[in-house]
């Protein structure tokens, strides 16, 4: 039976609007000396932690439907930008040059985006819901680093691939598929402390502790009735 929570729909709100601000920001590609990385590194890493709390304190089931409430929001996004691209510019509107500079390379950055996206959360939630069950609970450390590890590593291959495949040369390709892994799970590392404050409270208040023993992981399934 579905139950009703208290912070679920709100965790789906900030976790369907980091994807989409992280999204925007990654259009910009960004340098520190000779690492170079993009724009959504900064806030991107926040989505993965919500993915994990959602299927630490929730379960996989409910991971799920948020990530396809992302995959949604993301789509409707690209959608309205598209759309507003092509629409007749006013003639006092002197910025659509701009405009198309940045969000009309934004579809691309969307595609792969959404492919790594979906691949990566579904890994992340899947692994962590896999060790929760296999750690018997314990170890919550093991199961966050873990599944980010794994998850990041497939999202940051992805999303390079596809966003800046032909821009970027091999060599650079290779760093920022580095260093974006690194710098994302890194993230998750420092925020461990936070992580497990936010878990703990989250448990408490929603009396809720999934273990996914016979969950359905079909990642096309988004009803939460098995």
Not at 73 to 92: C, G, N, R, S
Request: aromatic share 14%.
């Amino acid at each position: 039976m579905k139950r009703t929570f208290l912070y679920y729909d709100l965790i789906i709100v900030v976790f369907a609007a980091s994807l989409l601000i992280s999204n925007l920001a990654a259009t910009k590609l960004v340098a520190f000396g000779p690492i170079i990385t993009d724009g959504g590194a900064i806030l991107f890493p926040l989505v993965y932690i919500l993915g994990d709390i959602l299927t630490e304190v929730y379960g996989y089931r409910y991971a799920r439907r948020a990530i396809w409430a992302g995959f949604g929001v993301m789509l409707l996004a690209v959608l309205a930008f598209t759309i507003v691209k092509y629409l007749p510019v006013a003639p006092e509107y002197t910025s659509q040059e701009a405009f198309e500079a940045i969000l009309g390379f934004f579809p691309r950055i969307v595609l792969a985006s959404l492919c790594a996206y979906l691949v990566g959360e579904f890994l992340n939630s899947y692994v962590l819901a896999k060790l929760k069950i296999k750690t018997k609970g314990k170890k919550l450390w093991l199961r966050l680093i873990g599944s980010t590890v794994v998850g990041e590593f497939f999202d940051t291959i992805v999303f390079a691939l596809i966003a800046f495949g032909g821009i970027l040369s091999s060599q650079d390709m290779l760093k920022f598929i580095a260093i974006g892994w690194g710098f994302k799970t890194a993230v998750e590392i420092l925020l461990l402390p936070v992580t497990y404050k936010v878990v703990n409270f989250l448990k408490k208040r929603e009396k809720s502790d999934a273990y996914d023993k016979k969950t359905n992981f079909n990642p096309l399934k988004i009803s939460l009735q098995e």
